[in-house]
């Protein structure tokens, strides 16, 4: 795949010649890893954890090199007890941020129109809006039909434009869904394209279920890349449910996707529990990556010690296999 005429994040479109100097020089491309452990991850956690424990959780994600966290939900609290402190979570990181001017950009995901009122209130430098593909889904998870739910996401991305915070589409259960089944690329196409009209920074593509395998990665990436506008960017979520996570990822990243969710520890599902749904593992995927000759900016080492702190903090194991392994050995 040529990258020519692509603009990079630095917002410098690259010639070929560029491009060949960058692979003379070494320089290998760059994939971002957004971590959704104290979102995604710990909203399905049978642990609670308090406002310090998430604000510490945060920090040592941040300080392995991770730098973006979507690191709560505005969604109805008794719905999902767990983000119930979104407000505090965002109050104590601006209260960390004024110490220093450096620092990760910290997702708020939102639902609905009240959700996002509550997101501009605390101050959250970035919005996610999840829209299920399936009007099954949605009504199960947002009590609203598909086509509802993409008129709320336009408003939304507008909305986000008018204050200016950076906004991305989440589009969930695009591999298949627990209640309608398969998902055609179509299907997930025809929400995009209605989407994108509103400008959002980013659209992404979730295995909500974990379901996907890597030809349908490459078949709905090739797809929605040939389609989206070029600044539009395209971000992949995959759960480990069924063990084709990471494959999915290498799939993902293979065909031009640029910026991967994952969770510290492969956090999001009890491993225990015969149905467990967790993230993928952000210490493996980084692993795989940095392995594969891609650059994710993210000190591996840190992010396994953060991953033990989790475990401990969780009182149960967590399924990351490189947590449990270590990085690559070291000779004598
Ligand atoms: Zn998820």
């Known amino acids: 795949m040529s990258l020519a005429g692509e603009v990079n994040r630095y917002g410098i479109a690259l010639g070929v010649d560029e491009l060949q100097n960058l692979?003379?020089?070494?320089?290998?491309?760059?994939?971002?890893?957004?971590?959704v452990a104290p979102r995604d991850g710990l909203q399905s956690d049978a642990v609670m954890f308090s406002s310090a424990q998430k604000l510490e959780l945060i920090r040592r994600i941040e300080f392995a090199g991770i730098c973006r966290i979507e690191v709560a939900s505005f969604v109805n609290p008794l719905r999902v007890p767990q983000m119930a402190d979104a407000e505090d979570v965002f109050a104590g990181l601006q209260a960390a941020r004024s110490h220093s001017d450096a620092g990760a950009t910290h997702i708020g995901l939102v639902l609905n129109?009240?959700?996002?009122?509550?997101?501009?209130?605390?101050?959250?430098?970035?919005?996610?809006?999840?829209?299920?593909?399936?009007?099954?889904?949605?009504?199960?998870?947002?009590?609203?039909?598909?086509?509802?739910?993409?008129?709320?996401?336009?408003?939304?991305?507008?909305?986000?434009?008018?204050?200016?915070?950076?906004?991305?589409?989440?589009?969930?259960?695009?591999?298949?869904?627990?209640?309608?089944?398969?998902?055609?690329?179509?299907?997930?196409?025809?929400?995009?394209?209605?989407?994108?009209?509103?400008?959002?920074?980013?659209?992404?593509?979730?295995?909500?279920?974990?379901?996907?395998?890597?030809?349908?990665?490459?078949?709905?990436?090739?797809?929605?890349?040939?389609?989206?506008?070029?600044?539009?960017?395209?971000r992949a979520h995959f759960h480990n449910t069924r063990n084709t996570g990471l494959a999915n990822a290498l799939a993902a990243v293979e065909a031009g996707v640029r910026t991967l969710d994952a969770s510290l520890g492969g956090i999001g599902g009890c491993p225990f529990a015969p149905k467990a749904t967790g993230n993928i593992a952000t210490e493996d995927l980084v692993y795989l990556l940095e392995r594969s000759g891609y650059s994710t900016g993210v000190d591996l080492e840190l992010l396994i010690e953060?991953?033990?702190?989790?475990?401990?903090?969780?009182?149960?194991?967590?399924?990351?296999?490189?947590?449990?392994?270590?990085?690559?050995?070291?000779?004598r």
């Open 23 to 35: 692979e003379e020089l070494g320089v290998s491309e760059i994939v971002d890893v957004v971590d």
């Open 113 to 234: 129109g009240r959700g996002f009122d509550r997101a501009v209130a605390s101050n959250a430098p970035e919005i996610n809006v999840v829209v299920a593909v399936t009007d099954a889904f949605s009504q199960s998870n947002q009590s609203m039909t598909t086509d509802a739910a993409v008129a709320g996401a336009v408003e939304i991305v507008q909305r986000s434009r008018a204050v200016g915070l950076p906004v991305s589409v989440t589009l969930s259960v695009a591999f298949g869904c627990p209640f309608a089944g398969e998902v055609s690329t179509d299907q997930v196409l025809e929400i995009a394209q209605r989407i994108v009209t509103a400008g959002p920074n980013e659209i992404a593509i979730a295995d909500t279920i974990g379901v996907a395998v890597p030809a349908a990665v490459r078949q709905l990436v090739g797809a929605l890349l040939s389609t989206l506008p070029s600044n539009v960017a395209l």
């Open 306 to 331: 953060a991953s033990d702190w989790l475990a401990a903090e969780l009182g149960h194991p967590v399924p990351s296999l490189v947590a449990k392994a270590g990085s690559f050995p070291k000779t």
